[in-house]
């Protein structure tokens, strides 16, 4: 073994393995309960071999969220964390719908919401903590189509919300 083998990054062992189950273990990601819903609506839609993801935000396993005004209350980099969480919420959501992340061809399209200041102007790099998070899960697969946009608000004055297109091996 050689010292470039001792130091491989968490990301580039993820990288090395197959499936995504794999990779979430290399990263030292364990998947949540898909979080429930908040209002009247499906976590998730499946229509054919697409598989449509309502927005999900940064919930802990502890049912805490993260909260706050990206730019005043949040910095860029911990609004990076709470998208990379959220995206651990829509994949254990994918988990629930699918039974197996191996059945995602393809993260197709994000949109991803961010609560911010109005001066604020880093929504790419915050939903960054997301695609990501995707493309170290899915690989190749994980590269997608994406919107970053801020909002004025979201529900429970969340810092993130992110919602996902997939498409379906089956």
Do not use: W
């Not at 993260?66 to 829509?90: C, F, M, P, W």
Request: proline share 5%; hydrophobic share 45%.
């Amino acid at each position: 073994m050689t010292g470039a083998d001792v130091n491989t990054s968490p990301a580039k062992a993820a990288a090395a393995v197959q499936t995504p189950y794999e990779r979430l273990a290399a990263l030292g990601i364990t998947l949540p309960s898909a979080p429930a819903p908040i209002a009247n609506f499906l976590t998730h839609v499946r229509e054919g071999n697409v598989l449509y993801l309502s927005g999900q935000g940064p919930r802990e396993a502890d049912g805490h969220l993260h909260s706050g005004k990206v730019g005043s209350d949040v910095s860029v980099e911990e609004a990076y964390q709470h998208a990379r969480l959220t995206g651990i919420n829509l994949l254990a959501v994918m988990h629930d719908a699918l039974g197996d992340l191996a059945r995602v061809k393809r993260v197709v399209k994000l949109l991803g919401m961010v609560n911010a200041v109005p001066h604020f102007e880093n929504h790419p790099s915050v939903i960054n903590g997301c695609s990501d998070l995707f493309i170290e899960v899915f690989g190749e697969a994980g590269q997608h189509a994406r919107s970053a946009v801020g909002f004025g608000s979201l529900p429970g004055n969340i810092t993130v919300e992110i919602e996902a297109i997939v498409s379906l091996n089956d």
